[in-house]
Protein backbone atom coordinates (compact mmCIF):
# COMPACT_ATOMS: atom_id res chain seq x y z
CA UNK A 1 0.00 0.00 0.00
CA UNK A 2 1.61 3.37 -1.26
CA UNK A 3 1.29 5.91 1.16
CA UNK A 4 1.99 8.60 -1.47
CA UNK A 5 0.42 7.20 -4.04
CA UNK A 6 -3.18 7.44 -1.47
CA UNK A 7 -2.87 11.47 -1.21
CA UNK A 8 -4.75 13.13 -4.52
CA UNK A 9 -2.50 15.39 -6.64
CA UNK A 10 -4.58 19.44 -5.14
CA UNK A 11 -4.72 21.38 -8.58
CA UNK A 12 -4.53 25.20 -7.99
CA UNK A 13 -6.83 27.46 -9.51
CA UNK A 14 -5.11 28.88 -12.57
CA UNK A 15 -4.27 25.10 -13.76
CA UNK A 16 -6.33 22.64 -15.57
CA UNK A 17 -5.94 19.21 -16.22
CA UNK A 18 -7.29 16.61 -18.68
CA UNK A 19 -6.85 13.16 -20.02
CA UNK A 20 -7.12 12.14 -23.63
CA UNK A 21 -5.95 9.12 -25.70
CA UNK A 22 -3.59 8.05 -22.71
CA UNK A 23 -1.64 11.27 -22.24
CA UNK A 24 -2.20 13.91 -19.10
CA UNK A 25 -2.14 17.50 -20.40
CA UNK A 26 -1.63 20.05 -17.06
CA UNK A 27 -1.64 23.96 -18.57
CA UNK A 28 -1.02 26.55 -16.13
CA UNK A 29 0.68 30.23 -15.87
CA UNK A 30 4.33 29.23 -17.13
CA UNK A 31 3.40 26.41 -19.72
CA UNK A 32 1.98 23.37 -20.53
CA UNK A 33 3.53 19.79 -19.67
CA UNK A 34 2.26 16.23 -20.92
CA UNK A 35 2.86 12.72 -19.10
CA UNK A 36 2.27 9.41 -20.69
CA UNK A 37 0.10 7.31 -18.60
CA UNK A 38 0.52 3.40 -17.47
CA UNK A 39 -2.06 1.36 -18.09
CA UNK A 40 -0.91 -0.45 -15.05
CA UNK A 41 -2.44 2.34 -13.32
CA UNK A 42 -6.07 4.81 -13.38
CA UNK A 43 -5.99 8.46 -13.26
CA UNK A 44 -9.20 10.01 -12.74
CA UNK A 45 -9.33 14.22 -12.89
CA UNK A 46 -11.68 14.84 -9.87
CA UNK A 47 -12.70 18.63 -9.92
CA UNK A 48 -9.65 20.18 -7.87
CA UNK A 49 -7.86 17.30 -7.53
CA UNK A 50 -6.20 14.13 -9.51
CA UNK A 51 -6.32 10.75 -8.35
CA UNK A 52 -3.95 7.84 -9.16
CA UNK A 53 -4.29 4.53 -8.02
CA UNK A 54 -3.75 1.00 -9.53
CA UNK A 55 -5.54 -0.49 -11.88
CA UNK A 56 -5.26 -4.19 -10.16
CA UNK A 57 -3.93 -5.89 -7.89
CA UNK A 58 -0.39 -6.91 -9.76
CA UNK A 59 2.84 -6.16 -7.93
CA UNK A 60 4.15 -3.90 -10.84
CA UNK A 61 1.25 -2.31 -10.74
CA UNK A 62 1.52 -1.02 -6.82
CA UNK A 63 5.29 -0.53 -7.77
CA UNK A 64 4.37 2.36 -10.37
CA UNK A 65 1.75 3.56 -8.09
CA UNK A 66 3.52 6.14 -5.66
CA UNK A 67 5.68 6.73 -8.86
CA UNK A 68 3.28 7.74 -11.04
CA UNK A 69 1.65 9.99 -8.57
CA UNK A 70 4.91 11.61 -8.03
CA UNK A 71 5.14 12.52 -11.88
CA UNK A 72 2.05 13.84 -11.79
CA UNK A 73 2.41 16.09 -8.97
CA UNK A 74 5.72 17.53 -10.90
CA UNK A 75 4.05 18.14 -13.25
CA UNK A 76 1.34 20.12 -11.65
CA UNK A 77 4.06 22.23 -9.60
CA UNK A 78 6.52 22.89 -12.64
CA UNK A 79 3.36 24.57 -14.25
CA UNK A 80 2.76 26.29 -11.28
CA UNK A 81 5.80 27.35 -9.66
CA UNK A 82 8.70 25.61 -11.75
CA UNK A 83 11.79 24.10 -10.50
CA UNK A 84 15.56 25.70 -9.83
CA UNK A 85 18.89 24.06 -9.81
CA UNK A 86 22.18 25.77 -8.55
CA UNK A 87 25.48 24.58 -9.50
CA UNK A 88 28.51 26.53 -7.55
CA UNK A 89 31.45 26.23 -8.93
CA UNK A 90 35.10 26.68 -6.78
CA UNK A 91 38.05 26.73 -8.33
CA UNK A 92 41.31 29.53 -9.05
CA UNK A 93 40.07 30.67 -13.05
CA UNK A 94 37.13 29.00 -12.69
CA UNK A 95 33.76 30.53 -13.80
CA UNK A 96 31.12 30.83 -15.80
CA UNK A 97 28.86 33.46 -18.41
CA UNK A 98 25.59 33.54 -19.98
CA UNK A 99 25.44 34.29 -23.24
CA UNK A 100 22.38 34.06 -25.01
CA UNK A 101 21.37 30.70 -25.70
CA UNK A 102 24.88 29.41 -24.22
CA UNK A 103 26.52 28.96 -21.04
CA UNK A 104 30.71 29.81 -21.56
CA UNK A 105 32.37 27.51 -18.95
CA UNK A 106 36.19 28.11 -17.62
CA UNK A 107 37.03 25.68 -16.35
CA UNK A 108 41.12 24.85 -16.17
CA UNK A 109 41.06 23.33 -19.94
CA UNK A 110 43.00 24.72 -22.17
CA UNK A 111 40.22 25.64 -24.35
CA UNK A 112 36.83 27.17 -22.95
CA UNK A 113 33.25 24.52 -22.80
CA UNK A 114 30.50 26.10 -24.42
CA UNK A 115 27.21 24.55 -23.65
CA UNK A 116 23.71 25.25 -26.05
CA UNK A 117 21.39 25.72 -23.46
CA UNK A 118 18.06 23.51 -24.39
CA UNK A 119 14.82 24.50 -25.26
CA UNK A 120 12.52 25.17 -22.00
CA UNK A 121 15.74 25.85 -20.02
CA UNK A 122 16.92 29.32 -18.41
CA UNK A 123 20.03 29.64 -17.40
CA UNK A 124 21.18 32.49 -15.49
CA UNK A 125 24.32 33.51 -13.58
CA UNK A 126 24.13 35.88 -10.88
CA UNK A 127 27.86 35.70 -10.33
CA UNK A 128 30.56 34.27 -12.35
CA UNK A 129 30.76 31.21 -9.92
CA UNK A 130 26.85 30.95 -9.87
CA UNK A 131 24.70 29.03 -12.27
CA UNK A 132 21.40 28.94 -11.69
CA UNK A 133 19.27 26.22 -13.86
CA UNK A 134 15.35 26.63 -14.10
CA UNK A 135 12.15 25.63 -16.11
CA UNK A 136 8.74 23.75 -15.45
CA UNK A 137 10.08 19.92 -16.79
CA UNK A 138 11.97 18.83 -13.30
CA UNK A 139 13.80 15.85 -15.23
CA UNK A 140 15.12 18.32 -17.81
CA UNK A 141 16.45 20.59 -15.55
CA UNK A 142 18.42 17.80 -13.42
CA UNK A 143 19.48 16.47 -16.73
CA UNK A 144 20.64 19.87 -17.88
CA UNK A 145 22.37 20.49 -14.23
CA UNK A 146 23.95 16.94 -14.42
CA UNK A 147 25.58 17.91 -17.70
CA UNK A 148 27.30 20.84 -16.70
CA UNK A 149 28.45 19.25 -13.58
CA UNK A 150 29.98 16.36 -15.33
CA UNK A 151 32.44 18.73 -16.79
CA UNK A 152 34.42 19.46 -13.86
CA UNK A 153 32.77 17.22 -10.75
CA UNK A 154 34.37 18.52 -7.33
CA UNK A 155 37.16 17.00 -6.05
CA UNK A 156 37.95 15.76 -2.61
CA UNK A 157 41.19 17.04 -1.82
CA UNK A 158 40.52 20.98 -2.35
CA UNK A 159 37.21 20.55 -3.28
CA UNK A 160 37.62 22.31 -6.72
CA UNK A 161 34.71 21.68 -9.62
CA UNK A 162 31.21 21.78 -10.13
CA UNK A 163 28.84 21.49 -7.08
CA UNK A 164 25.06 21.68 -6.31
CA UNK A 165 24.24 24.23 -3.87
CA UNK A 166 24.02 22.63 -0.40
CA UNK A 167 25.87 19.54 -1.38
CA UNK A 168 28.85 18.58 1.05
CA UNK A 169 31.81 17.09 -0.74
CA UNK A 170 33.69 14.46 1.53
CA UNK A 171 37.46 15.73 1.78
CA UNK A 172 40.54 13.95 1.92
CA UNK A 173 43.22 14.34 3.09
CA UNK A 174 46.36 15.12 1.63
CA UNK A 175 49.73 13.00 1.37
CA UNK A 176 51.86 12.65 4.71
CA UNK A 177 55.31 13.63 5.05
Not at 23 to 45: A, F, H, M, Q
Not at 85 to 109: D, F, P, S
Not at 159 to 167: F, H, L, N, S
Request: aromatic share 6%; proline share 5%; no cysteine.
Amino acid sequence: MSRIGKKPVSIPSGVSAAIADGVLTVKGPKGTLTLNLRDEISYTVDGDAILVKPANDTKQARAFWGMQRTLVDNLVTGVTQGYTKVLEITGVGYRANAQGKNLKLQLGYSHDVDYAVPEGIEIKTPDNTTVEISGIDKQKVGQVAAEIRRWRKPEPYKGKGIKYRGEYIFRKEGKKK
